[in-house]
């Protein structure tokens, strides 16, 4: 049984008034169209709730618990309004976000900056992870959004997946590495030195492991953990600058620590490796108008990053190099 609440409501306001005739006035209504309201109400509850009069109304036992009962069901129901105007209006409402590594760094962080700073009622969470479990947290419904390499991803039927721009990664070292000053040092040489950084998945993995360290991650393929793994890019990054570990960045990453001298760019020619990240969410499921801002803004600082990335490292006038001619692949 499918009770209208424009019949509750109507009902409310005979209680209220007592009379047909001042109940329809209050809800610009005509009498008969009130008492046809009343009478539809009363056969689908199959019981009286007023006893009438010729001048006045009094509800029965039945219409006594309607009265009491209906008052929380249409605040209950303004309620529930009132809620969706905020959450399609963005003055209300959260978001779940999951990000790999390289992601949140490059364009995750600047992004909830901005969708923040024109709505600032908003909840977001965001947890950095690494990219399968990423791409399982969306599965799972624990986030409403993710960005991570897409490798895999980008065919599973289950799931909608939005390419982001491909940024160049370089090797950051400490200004007097071995490597800071060296032309072109062979690959051989590069090797060398250790890779500091995240698990590395996908086209990612696949080049790392061919240049010759790290491991593959409990047989999977797909997976490579360099020989200093961290879960954190902001501690790879203070691992190179007071070690002889090579960190792969992009060159808007390090920008800061560049022109501070903290960290310097060795100029390896390597075979092309990028990021190859997305965003990354249910098939089939409406997203919600802030999952949408947020991703709408996500694509506006990538395009910014890229354009960033694309310009040469600056770096002190105190590095006497030659600009890198190559870059490696991350996730």
């Known amino acids: 049984m499918i009770i209208e609440l424009r019949l509750i409501r109507h009902a409310l306001a005979l209680g209220k008034h007592g009379n047909f005739a001042r109940a329809a006035e209050a809800l610009h209504l005509t009498q008969p169209s009130l008492s046809r309201s009343i009478a539809a109400l009363e056969q689908a509850l199959d019981v009286p709730l007023f006893d009438r009069a010729p001048r006045s109304v009094t509800p029965t036992p039945f219409g006594r ?9 249409l605040s209950s129901e303004a309620e529930l309004r009132r809620e969706i105007r905020l959450l399609a209006g963005l003055e209300a409402g959260s978001l779940a976000i999951g990000a790999g590594p390289y992601a949140s760094e490059i364009s995750v962080a600047t992004a909830i900056a901005r969708v923040l700073k024109a709505h600032p009622r908003l909840k977001i969470r965001c947890a950095t992870a690494d990219p399968a479990e990423v791409v399982h947290d969306v599965l799972a419904e624990r986030i409403d959004v993710g960005i991570a390499e897409i490798s895999g991803a980008d065919d599973d039927k289950r799931l909608i997946v939005e390419t982001l721009p491909s940024h160049r990664i370089v090797l950051a070292c400490r200004p007097g590495h071995p490597l800071a000053t060296e032309i072109q040092p062979s ?7 250790p890779l500091v950084t995240t698990l590395l998945r996908g086209a990612a993995a ?6 010759g360290s790290g491991v593959a991650n409990g047989g999977d393929s797909e997976d490579f953990v360099p020989p200093i793994s961290v879960n954190s890019l902001a501690l790879a990054r203070r691992i190179a600058r007071d070690s002889d570990a090579l960190f792969p960045s992009t060159v808007g990453m390090i920008a800061d620590d560049l022109a501070a001298g903290f960290l310097a760019v060795v100029d ?16 089939g499921r409406t997203l919600a108008p802030s999952a949408r ?21 600056s770096q002190p006038p105190s590095v006497t190099r030659s600009a890198p001619q190559g870059a490696l692949r991350s996730c």
């Open 65 to 73: 618990v309607l009265l009491e009962r209906g008052e929380n069901l």
């Open 206 to 211: 696949a080049t790392a492991s061919e240049r």
């Open 293 to 313: 801002v947020f991703i709408k803004a996500l694509h506006a600082v990538e395009a910014e990053a890229r354009q960033a990335d694309s310009q040469p490292p």
């Open 187 to 193: 690959l051989a040489r590069v090797n060398a030195f």
């Open 268 to 283: 390896f020619a390597a075979p092309v490796m990028r990021t190859n990240y997305g965003v990354i969410y249910l098939a």
